[in-house]
């Protein structure tokens, strides 16, 4: 009924067009004393047919608001399951922030309490810290309502905390480093790029143990590299480092990898319109390079 009501209403304006002509034909007829029987004959054929034409018409009505009515209701049920989707992954994230920062407390103190006993422990420690904040940095790039904050920054700035961090493991591993302060400024997040360098360098350190790590900055290309002369990294593993989950036969070497690090630093790169790329020759080394030439406000 109610399809039929709506029907009505849009074929209203055809209907009074018939009936007007209707009534005008009639009116002829009867002004110039035509035969009245062709007239009737005439009007029942018309609207026999108009009949048949609305009746078809109608059909089609019906069928085309029924399929409006199933798209709205489909639209509104992966609307409640986008939002129900949403507050999962909000309520997981949630707890995962949570879980991460309660994480940091006892490690903290586990140092502190380490500071003064053996290198490994403390090692140790910096590995689970290290491995707890990629949590937390992962869980905060996936959050679409995560700020991006650029500014010139020091590329020294960047690393100089970083090899404090780390220098205990290139003394304990006997890793020897070739650094010199790099002044140069570069447009950047700070925070976001200290985490790519960090997730590299501390690959480069896990690889490296012996060897040598070196990090560089080519000023005229705003490239900054870091390289090891470390075990390298298998040809046919080489297109696939960048991928979720991917340890590869370094990873599964080292029972440490997550496979999260370079997938962490090839979303940050996006996320700044950077670009990072890779070298490397099996048991001779491997090179990271970031490329922060690229970097375009107006692309972000």
């Not at 997981?92 to 502190?112: E, G, R, S």
């Not at 480069?204 to 470390?230: E, M, N, P």
């Not at 670009?275 to 390079?289: A, D, E, P």
Request: with cysteine; glycine share 4%.
């Amino acid at each position: 009924m109610q399809h039929f009501k709506a029907f009505i209403l849009s074929v209203k304006p055809v209907l009074i067009t018939l009936g007007i002509s209707l009534f005008c034909f009639g009116t002829m007829f009867i002004l110039m004393h035509l035969e009245m029987a062709v007239f009737y004959y005439t009007s029942l054929l018309i609207l026999f047919l108009v009949c048949l034409y609305l009746a078809v018409l109608f059909v089609a009505f019906k069928r085309t608001e029924n399929l409006k009515t199933a798209l709205k209701e489909a639209r509104l049920a992966i609307k409640t399951l986008e939002e129900e989707k949403n507050n999962e992954r909000r309520a997981i994230t949630d707890y995962f922030l949570v879980w991460v920062h309660q994480m940091k407390t006892p490690i903290t103190a586990a140092k502190l309490l380490a500071e003064e006993q053996n290198n490994g422990m403390r090692q140790e420690l910096i590995c689970i810290e290290t491995y707890t904040n990629m949590a937390l940095n992962y869980l905060k790039l996936i959050n679409p309502s995560t700020d991006t904050e650029f500014s010139e920054v020091a590329i020294h700035d960047l690393i100089s905390p970083l090899l404090k961090r780390y220098s205990m493991f290139f003394i304990h591993d006997h890793i020897r480093l070739d650094y010199t302060p790099i002044r140069d400024k570069i447009l950047t997040d700070g925070k976001w790029s200290a985490i790519m360098i960090e997730q590299i360098l501390s690959n480069a350190i896990k690889y490296a143990k012996g060897k040598s790590v070196k990090i560089d900055y080519d000023r005229q290309k705003q490239i900054l590299s870091i390289c090891d002369t470390g075990i390298g990294i298998r040809p046919e593993d080489l297109p696939k480092i960048f991928d979720k989950g991917f340890a590869g036969f370094n990873g599964r070497y080292n029972e440490k990898s997550t496979g999260l690090g370079l997938f962490l630093v090839q979303k940050i790169a996006k996320r700044l319109n950077q670009t990072v790329r890779v070298t490397s020759t099996l048991h001779q080394g491997t090179c990271f390079y970031i490329d922060f030439h690229q970097t375009d406000l107006t692309k972000l």
